[in-house]
């Protein structure tokens, strides 16, 4: 158990979301055990004893996110709300609490997997291990971030600024800058493969690198390569950084289906492949490709608020298109939406989840193209905040 | 009220008169409905034998069946076993759930005994008997042709019993519409013990919404959920294969018993996967009211495709490797009306006994005589535990509190060790089912190699899948959505504000009130164990895959750890404290 908690907090210092000896993450089995010594424990034992959990963390995130949570948390009665797929499938909505006292917390608790407590962080729960409170975690500061920088285009669009967040705006962006995308700290493998072993390390690394690169930010990405008829696919919910173990070969023709724990969009990587030439996909959430997909001013669009399963606008950043799928197979789902956009092109933005991008022998074009569409978008959102802040004056 | 019809239909069978019960909405919140409020209204009757014809079977829905939300239309039905003596509920899909509510009730009590074989009939207008003596002898698919066949009921529901009920098969089963079975612990034998034959019912009417917006909003947050579900709606997921679709990874993960547990990889395994039945047999899906993922398949022919336990133990348990003869055992059980899982572990059971390997026709053979009670059929009725006790070899059956263990190997994840020897009704995956996290990776991946640290989420677990089956949603949903969505759905159906805690909150109610069930009737921390082979014998390691033998010691830490989280003593017997705080009589 201890093993377990100090991973997580290890995580949350390497994904360089907290400093390193802040996250407090515990663990219930008979009796509470944590991951360091410290003075809210206490209070942290009584929250637990109002809930049937069996870990938790606590922890104030660094900038900008920590400004950010504190912002929303000041304009905010009880929740707020992001649009971003992970909240719309995962969080549901965005508790605030103002202190850190269980008869605030646990109701809260009850209700959701996570809050954020204004000028503590975030504080998160787990009912079979500490790696579900460290996804929810890092889904509320993905979340979070992703709604500031919505909210706030929008609002200069048409809406009255709020000052505060003009005044923030600057420091905040400073402060994103390390986390924006690099390239992987090492060449990755030159394709084609064949052999299972080298496709299973190729794909290890290629998920390394994207998430030291930072392009997989909150709920897991996925990625795959296609060989000898087979699929080979991570495993749904598995992180990008530790792959070993999780990877299923996927018969083309289903003749097996060990591949039942395969990713939810193994029917999406699979429709891809069949219709071009590609072998590699490679899929992250980078935050501001997630953002501009969810700016857009089309007026009195009859779509408006279904923009996620019903845009039928042709929307572009550069040669990528931004188009409509929610995860999985369903009607509107990303097996229907995603393979068609692809095909002949680079990649694809689902609307307010993330990027798909291939590549025709190995992950190192896909790994670019995540970069440089990540890039693209970024230097979007900036040009367009621009003109939009020059329209108002 | 809303959501709850508000009463509840008591039969008494012995002068077949019938009244209704209407509880107080407190008790309806409390215990919500399904395995909730069968187990409130079983509980002062508890300590009867299960041929007392004052021992209750109760049939209970829940306040989701027959509204939209999503998998509602599950029933409970509860009782206590004949097999173990335990607590034995049984949550099942078809379409009696929604026909109950349309027909007005919340749930039936059956107590009492007919005089003769009889038929319950219940429409909108009202309750009758019928002599059902004509019927008995009948396979189950023949019945439900009759009972359908009945003016007015052709768009019924029916329950039913079959001839493996009526020759005292202590793991009888009771039919629902023809595919779907209250099938585990012998709830048949107990249905047989009343002279019941069949339940049958329709009915026209609505169950009141409190809030359809909110109710709708629900739904499409928990289908979201589904459609992102790779296990539920992905290519190879259930939807499309079946709970067959599990067998591969049973196989790659080397945990399927197999040759009575004495080994978890079968060699024959690849040739039996879904997808060769899918090809053998062309099969379509169907499945329960209100539901869309539908798990049940069907071949071309009709042929009914095993579930996923069924085409584990009638192959690799007992080293058949004919696909066809799984297909004609699992035609049998359903005919006859009993219960697969435990008919392939007492033939494997009968097989180690008496060290044979059983051919499919031997097999096939067995099943019927089992049904008739012809030859050996007899003694292997009585289900595993009694056949080795008889024979003097009571450890060679793989059986928790007398109950045949399912198609998961307790070496190959062992947080189901712990979850087999806590169950309360018994060597059953489904209590706690930390095949969810230990092989499906839901809501995240544990190490299913521990047992150390895993007692509290078996312990949730069990709150958890307790409020599931009072609902009464399917299992399966669970994989992809939470209690989270759930409540949401619950408090727009009846108006309630709970939410997913306050909801395991209920549920560790209704779980530990099964715990003092148990413990009036003789059951305590001996009980809760599983047979020394597992600790003993390793499974069948790969160059890569090492099944070793489960740690004793760890076991018993991890039981006490596992009594200490739930409140109970040493002996796990609840204690007075505890059902204080439950506001449980102790
Ligand atoms: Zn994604």
Redo the contacts with the bound molecule.
Sequence with gaps: MLKLLNKYAQKLVSHGLCLPDTPLVGGVNDRVLWNRKDPRTAELEKIIAGLNINSIILARPVDPFATILDYHCRNSESEFVPEDTETRTFLHSIPVARSLRAEEIVPLLQKRKGCVIEGQGIITTGTVSPEQAFVVFSSIIFSAFVKFFVDYAYALHSGPVDEEAQKLLPQLLAAYERFLPVGPPTELATGPFSAADEIVQAMIEAGQATVDARMVDS?F??ISYFANEHVYISQTGSSLDELAGCIDACPLDNSASTGITASSELVAHRDIYLGGDQRAIL?G?PKFSVIMSMLCFEPDCKNRGKCHIRCEKARFIDDIPIIPGE?GTGPRGLSRTLPPAVQGRRGAIVYG??VFTVGNNDFREAFTSLATIEDACRAAYLQLIGELAAQRE | MHGWCGKILRVNLSDQTTDELRLDPQIYARNLGGKGLAGELLFEHFQRRWDDPLLPLVLMTGPLNNTASPTSGRMTVMSRSPLTGAVCDASVGGKMGTLLKRAGYDGIILSGKSPDWCGLNICDHGVSFTDARQLCGLETSAIHHRLQAAPGMEKGAHAMIGPAAEQGVRFAAIVFDGHYFAGRGGLGLVMAAKKLKHISVVGNQKTAIFDQTELQAAQEEIYRLVAASPILTGDLGISNYGTGALYDLMRSRRMMPTANFRQTWFEHSAAMNASAYKKRYKTKKFGCAGCHILCKKVGIKGEIIPEFETMSHFSALIGNSNLEAVVEANRICNEAGMDTISAGVTLATYAELSDQQLTPDKMLDLLADITTGRGEGGALGQGALRLATKAGRPELAMVSKGLEFPAYDPRGAQGMALAYATSTRGGCHLRAYPISHEILRKPVATDRFALSGKARIIKISEDMNAVVDSLTACKFLFFAASLEEYARALNAVTGLQTSAQQLLATGERIYYRERIMNARNGFAASDDDIPARFFAESGSSSATIQVAPLDRQEFLQERAAYYRIRGLDENGLPTAEKCAALELPC
């Design positions: 709920f990405g996925n899929h959430h995860v989840h993330g």
